[in-house]
């Protein structure tokens, strides 16, 4: 049961690339979030996921997208980098109902020079 | 609007000394979830602790203990006999209500750095 998972673990990044980054879980929940934080700024979450099928925006979704094919995977995707994108990232799920604490994944951090 | 505050951003203590942590939160609902989550220098976050807002009983687990006053909007989490392994970034989190469960929006605070020296 290895719980939440996200690669890469670190990664740099030109300006204008863009890239996947990739979160898998295995604990079965419904909900799976995408955070980023920020020094000084705690996390802020970038897009959320109620299920299959279903996303939608969080607090700072410009420049992310994301989509959710299956309950276990949900990568975020950024279009063309931007360095103001560089942070750690971090993946989170839980399930629909009680109890509503997330569990994070490792986290992945972003450079982009 | 939904708001957390952590007004500490760092704290030192020496082992053994007991530390409160403060969080303060604002929300229009009157059903909510609060959570404090550990974030050690590894980097990865570790939840600690879930609270109702129907249920204003404090909770004790080991050397910790959380205290939560509807009347004031705070959650403050306090650590008995600090030690070095409790170093880490501490961060208070808000989730509202929705159909009566929790909605998937955590808002964090911006955190507090606590080091424990030995």
């Known amino acids: 049961n290895a719980g939440v998972t996200q690669t890469p673990k670190f990664q740099v990044l030109k300006t204008g690339q863009s890239m996947t980054l990739q979160c898998a879980q295995d604990?079965?929940?419904?909900?799976m979030s995408w955070y980023r934080q920020d020094p000084g700024m705690g996390l802020r979450l970038i897009h959320y996921?109620?299920?299959?099928?279903?996303?939608d925006q969080g607090e700072v979704p410009n420049g992310y997208n994301v989509s959710r094919s299956t309950t276990e995977d949900f990568p975020l995707r950024l279009l063309s980098a931007a360095p103001s994108q560089t942070s750690v990232y971090f993946c989170?799920?839980?399930?629909?109902?009680?109890?509503?604490?997330?569990?994070f994944g490792p986290g992945t951090r972003l450079t982009v020079t | 609007a939904q708001k957390v505050t952590q007004a500490q951003t760092e704290i030192s203590v020496v082992e053994k000394e007991d530390v409160t942590l403060d969080c303060v939160y604002e929300?229009?609902?009157?059903?909510?979830?609060l959570f404090w989550y550990k974030q050690p220098p590894s980097g990865e976050l570790v939840f600690l602790i879930r609270?109702?807002?129907?249920?204003?009983q404090n909770e004790i687990s080991g050397r910790y203990s959380w205290n939560f006053q509807k009347s004031t909007s705070s959650f403050n989490f306090t650590i008995t006999a600090s030690q070095v392994v409790d170093s880490a970034v501490y961060f208070c989190?808000?989730?509202?209500?929705?159909?009566?469960?929790?909605?998937?929006?955590?808002?964090f605070g911006t955190g507090t750095l606590l080091a424990v020296q030995p």
């Open positions: 989170a799920t839980r399930l629909r109902d009680s109890p509503y604490e997330q569990y």
């Open positions: 604990m079965n929940h419904e909900y």
């Open positions: 996921s109620v299920g299959a099928g279903i996303t």
């Open positions: 929300t229009r609902d009157t059903t909510y979830y």
């Open positions: 609270r109702n807002s129907f249920d204003e």
């Open positions: 989190a808000l989730s509202e209500a929705n159909y009566g469960g929790a909605t998937n929006k955590l808002i």
